[in-house]
């Protein structure tokens, strides 16, 4: 029974309501048919009764009759005063006798039993006789007429009347089993409608119990997917996004149901997954934002993600300032003596995966690193090598082992996460950068605030020095200006510091007129050419000159003329922005 609910229900429901409809519309019809092919026995039953029974105990009745009247007719015969009775009731005799021969003919074609045809033969056999008997009768009261005395005797005796009685009781005969033989068949036609009557009965019953069987097995067809089908939806609901979705094979609307559950089941699981993906990733990036430096931060990488997607063995490298990448942290992770901490581009799977800059997936690697538990170790099933990129710039590689293949969704939320442990690699590394600039930037403020402090004091010490050498230079001023002698103070370029009022009248300028002035206006035209580079030697020689002794130099006074001069060149030290200067001390020769 199981396997025919299961059978059914990969029909269609168009399929299943056809068959079902159907399957009525046959008891239906059978229960229809048996009871028109039971009418139509009974009334065929019927029809035979009345035409073989009934009507030949009516036929065998009316012969009955016609032997009567043919006695009747012949008495009134014998008993007539006149020959027009006489000719009447031999009319009647006439008539009544092929009426009767013609009843006992029809009567004769109704007859199909055994028994009614062998009595039927007797009593054609004692009826001849009767006929006989009366016909010598008619005959004997022809000829005597009115004398019947004879006729009369014969027709009184005993020997006609049995003939007479004989024919009279097979008539009777006839017509009793003709009676039982209509009841016979009455009481038959009785029992086949009783017997009609339960077929139709049984057939109704039957028909109405296949009729509720085939509805229960539709409905349980019906039922059972879509109860499988409600349980799959719940499950779906309930977060059981691998539970099985039954009949997704079925080639009817169960079918197409549960292959449309199945899609939602689809998306519903890449929903799923892209959560879990979503929420450890959100996880770990909140996690991540505490690391201060970058062991801590791949302290934290590897720790969180290892648990994850399952791995037993995890480690983080971490690119330095040289371009190799080194072992940061570990996750279940013991160092051996003959394995470096330490690669560079290109060297091993770390660095290839850094040159590459693509991830690495070892499926059974032989000869290769051991999961080490408390309890054992064991060669890992896969491992995924992976580089942590931002644009161009390689900032780590994360290696796992677990000890099984890595799933799609563990795959998903490590490709996830790189994009992140690159963003915050590269801030953390501006981070850390701004931190060393932002400790350099305060020692800096701390020593420019000693030196702020330090300029402090050699501000107020320049001031009293600056004071001291106004006081000094406003006492030299007097002094010069003092001085019968022409001065003037003059800078490494020949420009005119300081002239005193002497050297003014030498020269022929007014008061102030030659200061910012070139020393060489003072140099007649013949040696002018030549002063600068003399001027030059001198200032680099740093030793002190006497010059026009002999009464050989000459100076260029405003007007034009010359004067004979007697010249001292002194050297004066620098002093705060002022280079290099030199004291002139002018003398006039009188002539």
Known sequence: M?????????????????????????????IGLNALS???RLEAEMESMYENDLMGISYIKDANLDLIYMSRAMRHMLIAQDDATRDASLATIKRSREKLMSDLAEARKRMYRAQTIARYEQFQKELNKALEAIEQAVGMIQREKMQASAAAQFITSKEFGTIIAAADGGLHELTEIKSKAADTSLEQTRTNA???????????????????????????SIQRPNDRLRQSVEDLAAGKVDAPIPHKNYPNEIGVMARAIGVLQDIYRQANEQHWVKSHVAEISSLLQQAEDFRSFAQMTVSHIAPIVGAGHGAFYVADAHGRFTLQASYGYRERKHLSNSFAVGEGLVGQCAMEKSSIVLTAPKDYIRINSGL?????????????????QVF??????????????????????????????EILDRNLKTKELLTATQEQAERMEKQAAQLEEQQVEMEAQQAELLETENWFR????????????????????????????????GPGDMIDGSI???????????HAAKRVSFMMDNRNRVLGE??????????????PLVISLSHLPPRGTRGKCVSVSVRKIEI
């Open 2 to 30: 199981k396997s025919f609910i299961t059978f059914i229900e990969r029909f269609r429901l168009t399929t299943k309501l056809i068959v079902g409809f159907s399957t009525g519309m046959v008891i239906a019809l059978l």
């Open 520 to 530: 060489e206006q003072l140099v007649p035209d013949t040696v002018r050419s030549t």
């Open 38 to 40: 039971s009418l139509s």
């Open 376 to 392: 054992g170790e064991g060669p890992p099933a896969s491992i995924i090598v992976q580089p942590i990129i931002r644009g161009d």
């Open 194 to 220: 009783a017997q009609t009557r339960k077929v139709a009965i049984a057939l109704l019953v039957t028909g109405i119990a296949l009729a509720g069987i085939l509805g229960i097995l539709i409905g349980l």
């Open 550 to 563: 002999n009464g050989k130099v000459m100076g260029l006074r405003r007007d034009g003329g010359l004067v």
């Open 396 to 425: 780590g590689v994360l290696e796992m082992a677990s000890f099984q293949i890595f799933t799609d969704r563990e795959k998903a939320v490590m490709d996830a996460l790189l994009p992140t442990l690159a963003t915050t690699m």
């Open 478 to 509: 007097s002094i010069i200006e003092s001085a019968p002698d022409g001065m003037l103070v003059a800078d490494a370029h020949g420009r005119i510091l300081l002239a005193n009022p002497s050297i003014e009248t030498i020269f022929g300028y």
